[in-house]
């Protein structure tokens, strides 16, 4: 297969952009605790943080991205620009695919958010795609952190790359836990 025929899937949240990282600092403000407290070693959902049910989690979230900015306010993981940039450069085609959708009534300051952090760190991208259902999405290779979308995009064939954090420190290899090594691993895949 040609590079310029590939197309790279790539999640943002956790594997682009440090979402831990910024909604730790957004939770110990909403929670009024110090930061020292929230441990960095969190699961899917946040309970480490005193997050217990959905409600909790989507009213945390919902102030994230509307008093906080969260999609354009977030850190970029190490070499995910850089990385991102090379396999652009060598002819494959970027997909961004996420799903920051899922609260309703503030999509367009969640689109416009997503858009102006992107194109302020220079991450290049062919397509983006808002959407849950990453399966439908049609890529040849894809990045991503999530643990369910991992194993509903793996029990469909396609082949997924891991991005290592703490809440998928289960899910087997294939798994990168830097930008480096997703690089090799896809040079690998289409070689």
């Not at 943002?12 to 403000?29: K, N, P, S, T, W």
């Not at 970029?76 to 002819?91: C, N």
């Not at 194109?119 to 369910?148: N, R």
């Given at each position: 297969?040609?590079?310029?025929?590939?197309?790279?899937?790539?999640?943002?949240?956790?594997?682009?952009?440090?979402?831990?990282?910024?909604?730790?600092?957004?939770?110990?403000?909403?929670?009024?605790?110090?930061?020292?407290?929230l441990?960095?070693?969190?699961?899917?959902?946040?309970?480490?943080?005193?997050?217990?049910?959905?409600?909790?989690y989507?009213?945390?979230?919902?102030?994230?991205?509307?008093?906080?900015?969260?999609f354009?306010?977030?850190e970029?993981?190490p070499?995910?620009?850089k990385?991102?940039?090379?396999?652009?450069?060598?002819?494959?085609?970027?997909?961004?695919?996420?799903?920051?959708?899922?609260?309703?009534?503030?999509?367009?300051?969640?689109?416009?958010?997503?858009?102006?952090?992107?194109?302020?760190?220079?991450?290049?991208?062919?397509?983006?795609?808002?959407?849950?259902?990453?399966?439908?999405?049609?890529?040849?290779?894809?990045?991503e952190?999530?643990?369910?979308?991992?194993?509903q995009?793996?029990?469909?064939?396609?082949?997924?790359i891991?991005?290592g954090?703490?809440?998928?420190r289960?899910?087997?290899?294939?798994?990168?836990?830097?930008w480096?090594?997703?690089?090799?691993?896809?040079?690998?895949?289409?070689?």
């Amino acid at each position: 297969m040609s590079k310029n025929s590939i197309v790279i899937g790539v999640d943002l949240d956790g594997v682009c952009a440090d979402f831990y990282g910024r909604m730790r600092q957004i939770a110990a403000e909403w929670f009024e605790r110090p930061i020292e407290e929230l441990t960095m070693d969190v699961s899917y959902g946040l309970s480490e943080w005193g997050i217990t049910n959905q409600s909790q989690y989507d009213s945390l979230h919902r102030f994230a991205v509307t008093q906080r900015e969260l999609f354009s306010s977030m850190e970029v993981i190490p070499g995910a620009r850089k990385y991102l940039r090379l396999l652009s450069d060598e002819g494959y085609r970027i997909r961004i695919i996420t799903h920051r959708l899922f609260i309703h009534y503030f999509h367009a300051a969640a689109v416009q958010q997503t858009v102006n952090w992107l194109d302020s760190h220079g991450i290049p991208y062919w397509d983006l795609c808002f959407m849950k259902a990453k399966t439908q999405v049609g890529a040849d290779i894809y990045i991503e952190d999530s643990p369910d979308n991992i194993e509903q995009l793996r029990s469909k064939g396609f082949k997924t790359i891991c991005f290592g954090n703490s809440t998928n420190r289960h899910i087997a290899a294939p798994r990168a836990e830097s930008w480096q090594e997703v690089y090799a691993m896809i040079r690998e895949f289409s070689g």
